[in-house]
């Protein structure tokens, strides 16, 4: 079943980025009330720019937030794996490219980002209780200018 499931999502999500990115985000730009991004991330294994559309419960002025939920998948996703090797990320959003820095959300920063996420859209909370792993919370914000 996993490689029924892996291989509908990959199709899905080709498909969807197509049409997100063909149209500059015009048609398929928003899902469950939220915006979508475009992630490109370089492959941790092959170096390649690796792009994937997702679901942003949080945008705020320059700080997107990203849930690695994998619909309460056992494993974290791909895109997850890659930008935790190289966290210089290139988003998306409502037509514009910017390049963005990820991390993790970790301790009080991530509860209250996770209470604002599953007010946003509830389904995180029940893709958190089908697994057993934490469910990260991604941050992608500029990065600080050099001291």
């Known amino acids: 079943m996993t490689q029924l499931k ?5 199709v899905f999500t080709r498909l969807h980025l197509a049409v997100f990115l063909g149209s500059k985000g015009r048609l398929f730009g928003r899902a469950m009330g939220m915006p979508i991004v475009g992630l490109q991330t370089i492959g941790r294994r092959s170096g390649q720019r690796r792009t994937t559309t997702l679901a942003a419960p949080i945008v705020e002025d320059d700080r997107v937030v990203l849930v690695a939920s994998f619909g309460g998948d056992e494993r974290h996703p791909a895109w997850y794996h890659n930008l935790r090797a190289n966290p210089a990320v290139q988003v998306t959003l409502r037509g514009r490219t910017r390049p963005l820095m990820a991390r993790t959300a970790t301790g009080t920063e991530r509860s ?9 859209y509830d389904g995180y909370g029940r893709y958190q209780d089908r697994t057993d792993r934490q469910i990260p919370v991604v941050v992608l914000e500029p990065e600080p200018p050099a001291a």
């Open 112 to 120: 209250a980002l996770w209470e604002r996420i599953v007010a946003v």
């Open 6 to 10: 892996d291989r509908l999502y990959k």
